[in-house]
């Protein structure tokens, strides 16, 4: 359960009114699926605005504070490894224009598009609703993913510390925990991450969606550059935690060529196995999505969509479970193929191996019977 405070006076405007927003990656706030009334933004007005204000308009990032009352969220998915996840945060900074979760921030009446990277949900009280919950009699350790619907190592992060707060606690308790980021910023946990490495409780991966800086600043805008994420898997794999390398998402015909670069490059920097998942556009995200596209690559724009529909049976996107996150059809297959040929070449084709739950049940027996729980043994 969740609550937040979002004042109409202090949102984005639905579409382009004072120019481009710089620095963010959707160019437009899609209305909300959830609600009757919609606002369009002509495109004739759009250009005029452009035209008005080349370099573009600043606009800031605004954080509330959450009210959850629970912060593990369960997961029900088949085509999804874990069971439990942990969002410290509703909404991410980096702004990718392709993010899947984007429409999460319908449900709080806001929208996909510049809402979801400018109006930051933080939820402050994370750590304690975490611990509460790790000490539960129920809870029998099972593994932690850190996170399904956000970045836990956004921008705000570096001040807030919120991921970092959980992560003491999970520390603490030796809870296993695996880490998606995009950001160099987990470097500043390494401390914690070797003291969950020393239960082999801990997995990170770092998501490289592009070895071209350029390409990866506009999907990407304020994620950490390629070569700082391929720098901090060198950093990770040096200090002996397990690092994965995520080529996700493969956007057919803007950066599928890459990956036998990104995986050569993932292994040279230490990264012990890979994955990936095809380009996911669900509800409003197709709007901004292809906005982008059309606006940053009018000369294949149209290729490139077209090659994403091959993907999925002629639509932009197919939720169905066991092919969203790979497609389907020859296209999708020749991909995925393409994925592991080169994976294998790579020497990144090692299985995944669960985070250990082993020293955390053993506390747990000791604090049922003695009470207290014995620390950093």
């Not at 990956?259 to 994955?275: H, N, Q, T, V």
Request: glycine share 8%.
């Amino acid at each position: 359960m969740y609550g937040v405070n979002i004042h109409p006076e202090s949102s984005i405007r639905d579409g382009l009114t004072s120019g481009p927003l710089r620095g963010r990656g959707a160019q437009l706030n899609p209305s909300n699926r959830f609600q009757d009334l919609r606002l369009d933004v002509l495109g004739e007005h759009l250009d005029e605005v452009l035209a008005e204000k080349p370099d573009g308009t600043q606009v800031k990032t605004l954080v509330y504070r959450d009210k959850s009352r629970s912060i593990i969220n369960p997961v029900d998915s088949p085509d999804l490894p874990m069971k439990w996840t942990v969002n410290p945060y509703r909404g991410c900074e980096h702004g990718c224009v392709y993010c899947y979760a984007r429409p999460g921030h319908e449900y709080l009446g806001l929208s996909v598009g510049a809402d979801f990277e400018t109006k930051i949900i933080a939820k402050t009280d994370a750590p304690r609703l975490l611990r509460e919950a790790l000490l539960r009699p129920t809870w029998a350790g099972e593994g932690l993913m850190f996170s399904g619907v956000t970045d836990c190592y956004q921008p705000v992060e570096s001040t807030l510390k919120i991921t970092r707060g959980c992560l003491e606690v999970c520390a603490e308790l030796a809870q296993p925990v695996t880490i998606v980021t995009k950001s160099r910023l987990v470097l500043r946990d390494l401390d914690l991450l070797k003291e969950l490495n020393r239960h082999a409780a801990v997995h990170v991966a770092l998501s490289v969606t592009s070895v071209n800086a350029e390409l990866s600043a506009k999907l990407e805008p304020r994620a950490s550059a390629p070569a700082e994420r391929l720098k901090t898997v060198r950093r990770l794999a040096d200090a002996g935690i397990p690092v994965w390398v995520m080529v996700a998402p493969i956007i057919p015909g803007l950066n599928e060529a890459e990956m036998p670069a990104i995986l050569r490059r993932a292994a040279d920097a230490g990264a012990s196995g890979a994955g990936y998942v095809l380009l996911r556009l669900p509800h409003q995200v197709k709007d901004v999505f292809i906005d982008w596209l059309y606006r940053e690559f009018p000369d294949r724009a149209r290729r490139v969509e077209n090659l994403i529909r091959d993907t999925r049976d002629g639509d932009l996107y197919n939720a169905e479970a066991h092919t969203r996150m790979v497609g389907t059809g020859a296209r999708a297959k020749q991909i995925g193929d393409m994925f592991r040929l080169f994976r294998e070449r790579s020497g990144l084709n090692k299985p995944w191996t669960p985070c250990s739950s082993e020293e955390f049940l053993r506390r747990k027996q000791e604090r049922a019977s003695n009470g207290q729980l014995t620390l950093f043994n």
